[in-house]
């Protein structure tokens, strides 16, 4: 009993993924054909099980036992059998149709929905591909590198200025953003599920997505492949913010790197001082253990 009480508690405890109750959340546009084919595949499904269910449930009525009687013996229905396998057939033609019609718009990255200063822009351009091509030409995009790390995402932003975050990501509203996504160590997936598809994080390769939120909010995602111990702790946000407030976190950011770096060697520096008057007042520096031995 007190493990099925520890049990509840660690579930309750845990972590959700950004889901719907029934389908994943849509906040960028290749989430939307994404949560599009979960919707239609439900729905389906939801048919063939309420009439699969409700047959079975009335031939218990309809054929109960009654005193006296002797079952039929029934060996077969060839037209009832051609008709459920023809069924099934065409059922799964319309969603490989429909996911091949979807497929350009989830691979493809769409267009900015502003310019490179934060303007909003109309969208008129289309792209269409087996991979994933790079996003149309007049379209201001962000190009972000994701290294997956045991067990930390790190983000390095395209520019002049070096910035780099570890686990949240902050991107513009409305600004089609790619990813180069990589790993030092081992195999990782990054995925965030309102965001769209996930894509592995492979040491040696460069794997692509995509997304483009559409509102402001915070997209919590994970680790999506076992990667080590920790593998349930490498957690993954993006925050989604007007372009003047993306401008001005990276600005920060740019900031606080610079003055950081700038106080490294000082910082060093202290340390080694203080690390050779902790030797020396131990009975000799470094250097003379060594000449000691």
């Given at each position: 009993?007190?493990?099925?009480?520890?049990?509840?508690?660690?579930?309750?405890?845990?972590?959700?993924?950004?889901?719907?109750?029934?389908?994943?959340?849509?906040?960028?546009?290749?989430?939307?054909?994404?949560?599009?084919?979960?919707?239609?595949?439900?729905?389906?499904?939801?048919?063939?099980?309420?009439?699969?269910?409700?047959?079975?449930?009335?031939?218990?009525?309809?054929?109960?036992?009654?005193?006296?009687?002797?079952?039929?013996?029934?060996?077969?229905?060839?037209?009832?059998?051609?008709?459920w396998?023809?069924?099934?057939?065409?059922?799964?033609?319309?969603?490989?149709?429909?996911?091949?019609?979807?497929?350009?718009?989830?691979?493809?990255?769409?267009?900015?929905?502003?310019?490179?200063?934060?303007?909003?822009?109309?969208?008129?351009?289309?792209?269409?591909?087996?991979?994933?091509?790079?996003?149309?030409?007049?379209?201001?995009?962000?190009?972000?590198?994701?290294?997956?790390?045991?067990?930390?995402?790190?983000?390095q932003?395209?520019?002049?200025?070096?910035?780099?975050?570890?686990?949240?990501?902050?991107?513009?509203?409305?600004?089609?953003?790619?990813?180069?996504?990589?790993?030092?160590?081992v195999?990782?997936?990054?995925?965030?599920?309102?965001?769209?598809?996930?894509?592995?994080?492979?040491?040696?390769?460069?794997?692509?997505?995509w997304?483009?939120?559409?509102?402001?909010?915070?997209?919590?995602?994970?680790?999506?492949?076992?990667?080590?111990?920790?593998?349930?702790?490498?957690?993954?946000r993006?925050?989604?913010?007007?372009?003047?407030?993306?401008?001005?976190?990276?600005?920060?950011q740019?900031?606080?790197?610079?003055?950081?770096?700038?106080?490294?060697?000082?910082?060093?520096?202290?340390?080694?001082?203080?690390?050779?008057?902790?030797?020396?007042?131990?009975?000799?520096?470094?250097?003379?253990?060594t000449?000691?031995?």
């Amino acid at each position: 009993m007190a493990g099925s009480a520890a049990l509840l508690g660690a579930l309750s405890a845990a972590p959700v993924a950004s889901a719907g109750i029934f389908s994943p959340q849509a906040k960028s546009p290749n989430a939307e054909d994404v949560k599009f084919l979960y919707d239609m595949i439900l729905a389906i499904a939801a048919v063939v099980f309420v009439v699969v269910e409700g047959l079975l449930f009335w031939s218990l009525w309809k054929f109960r036992a009654k005193r006296g009687a002797v079952a039929a013996q029934i060996h077969g229905n060839t037209r009832l059998e051609i008709g459920w396998t023809v069924g099934a057939a065409l059922i799964l033609v319309v969603i490989t149709i429909v996911t091949f019609i979807k497929m350009p718009s989830i691979i493809n990255p769409a267009p900015s929905k502003i310019d490179a200063n934060g303007n909003e822009v109309a969208s008129t351009v289309q792209v269409a591909s087996t991979d994933q091509p790079d996003p149309p030409a007049d379209s201001a995009t962000l190009n972000i590198k994701v290294d997956g790390q045991q067990y930390v995402w790190r983000y390095q932003y395209p520019g002049p200025k070096d910035v780099f975050s570890y686990e949240k990501m902050v991107v513009p509203i409305g600004m089609t953003v790619t990813l180069d996504i990589s790993a030092d160590d081992v195999a990782h997936s990054f995925w965030i599920p309102a965001l769209g598809g996930k894509m592995d994080a492979i040491p040696g390769y460069v794997n692509k997505l995509w997304f483009q939120a559409t509102e402001r909010g915070t997209y919590v995602g994970q680790c999506a492949e076992l990667c080590g111990r920790n593998h349930a702790n490498m957690f993954a946000r993006v925050v989604s913010v007007p372009f003047d407030e993306y401008q001005a976190w990276y600005d920060r950011q740019a900031a606080a790197i610079e003055e950081a770096q700038q106080e490294a060697p000082e910082q060093r520096r202290a340390l080694e001082e203080q690390q050779g008057e902790q030797a020396v007042q131990g009975g000799g520096s470094a250097g003379g253990a060594t000449d000691d031995q």
